[in-house]
């Protein structure tokens, strides 16, 4: 087992891996941009060096500047949490020439799998279900509007190395298209300093599912079911849940093996998340997979008892996985709501500035993974996420009585927060159905 370890990340989840790190009797160094001087986490590492100016550009995102800090550190591995480098391929291959373990899968599976289109062979190969697309990369108009036709519209253009909704449109007829490619490619370039991107067929009003994976360097390959994460604005997930309420449990069985099967045939190590869209006949089709821990990973931690972080670590170590497939037996309902500093009612305007008053929800079954504090400044520079509200309960109706107790709990003075949005969500007729879709927030909630 590792000695010590630099996270190369910030705020919630620099906590998140801190805590794991202390637990598991590791040594720890954070890393911190001017911009996050002085949060009261940083205080909680063994050690903590500045690497830049509060732009992302010149602190998080700055490989040298991370590596010297893991130098000087005197660290044996680095974990990337997720967002900045935790998906670049080099960046993973940079840490391992300088004989500094990487948190994560290989350099090598990484960058095959960051390729969306070059994923999509990958699960093709694997005999993965995928949504109809191009052949490769999308290089001129006419060569769209040819496939559009063969597929029919609506049709999806994806940034092959997008993120987020970044570098994503729909287009519906031939003019669309032509403006949507346009759009999509320049948005792509800005945010990834890729343009590339190739056309799906658009399932419309479909689920988004995706399956949690741990792979270790022994040839074990394991899954922990699915989170279903169709809550979402402008593909931004609001809401996810796990066991998704809608997938049948044949659905769920072929869905998950799918995953293994993939992860198994990429030759990938560590942890992923492999994403599927479900369609109204319960089809599912593979979208891409999240090479990191992702954002939501304590849905799948509250339902199967794995801690995810230390999972990482010890894989990276070298340690075989101590828990078979059969091992996992999902347990009740767990919902994760993200409490971001946006207001819902102006569009989702970002809301950085101080919190005056935090209260934290408890009771049973409730968890905030959080690093605010009453007095913390929320900066403007980074995700607007300030933290991850969960319940776990046996049922997935008490699972979301509980959670709206605990979001009647929380109180975050001094800025707007989503709690509001997800307020309203819980307490619709349709969520407490289950009749949601990708578009379900956008189509009732928003304008």
């Not at 990369?137 to 940034?159: Q, S």
């Not at 990973?297 to 990276?316: F, M, N, T, Y």
Request: glycine share 8%; aromatic share 6%.
């Amino acid at each position: 087992m590792y000695q010590r370890i630099l996270i190369a990340n910030r705020g919630e989840i620099a906590l998140r891996v801190i805590r794991a790190c202390r637990e598991m009797g590791v040594g720890v160094v954070a890393i911190y941009s001017e911009g996050d001087r002085g949060a009261n986490y940083l205080e909680l590492a063994d050690a903590a060096y500045c690497v830049g100016p509060a732009k992302a550009a010149d602190s998080y995102l700055k490989i040298a500047n991370v590596i010297s800090a893991a130098e000087v550190g005197n660290v044996e591995a680095i974990h990337p949490g997720y967002g900045f480098l935790s998906e670049n391929a080099h960046f993973n291959e940079v840490c391992r020439s300088c004989n500094i373990d990487f948190i994560g899968p290989s350099p090598e599976a990484m960058a095959k799998l960051g390729d969306k289109n070059a994923a999509r062979e990958i699960a093709r190969a694997a005999n993965v279900p995928v949504v109809p697309g191009s052949d490769g990369c999308i290089t001129d108009e006419n060569e769209a509007i040819r496939f559009a036709h063969e597929v029919g519209f609506p049709v999806l253009i994806k940034a092959t190395a997008g993120g987020g909704g970044r570098g994503m449109r729909v287009a519906s007829n031939d003019l669309s298209l032509k403006s949507a490619l346009q759009q999509a490619r320049a948005e792509a370039e800005a945010a990834f300093g890729n343009g590339a991107v190739y056309l799906e067929k658009y399932v419309e009003n479909p689920r988004h599912v995706e399956v949690q994976v741990l792979a270790d360097l022994h040839g074990n390959v394991v899954h922990l079911y699915e989170r279903d994460c169709s809550t979402q604005r402008r593909h931004q997930k609001l809401i996810e849940e796990s066991p998704s309420p809608n997938v049948s449990p044949e659905t769920r069985a072929a869905m998950c093996e799918a995953a293994v099967r993939l992860i198994k045939h990429a030759n990938y190590t560590n942890a992923a998340t492999v994403e599927f869209i479900v369609d109204g006949s319960n089809n599912f089709y593979f979208i891409e997979v999240n090479a990191r821990i992702q954002v939501e990973h304590p849905v799948s931690e509250l339902i199967s008892g794995v801690d995810l972080i230390k999972a990482q670590i010890r894989i990276a170590a070298g340690e075989p996985l101590w828990f078979t497939q059969d091992d996992i037996q999902p347990r009740g309902h767990a919902i994760e709501c993200r409490i971001n500093a946006e207001d819902p009612s102006q569009n989702f305007r970002p809301s950085p500035g101080r919190i005056e008053r935090l209260i934290v929800p408890g009771g049973f079954g409730v968890r905030f993974d959080s690093h605010a504090h009453s007095g913390y400044v929320v900066p403007p520079h980074y995700d607007s996420m300030i933290g991850k509200l969960l319940v776990h309960q046996p049922t997935r109706e008490e699972a979301i009585a509980v959670m709206l107790r605990a979001l009647q709990e929380l109180k975050v003075d001094g800025i707007k927060t989503t709690k509001p949005l997800h307020q309203e969500i819980l307490s619709h007729t349709a969520f407490h159905e289950a009749r949601i879709d990708t578009k379900f927030v956008e189509r009732t909630f928003t304008n």
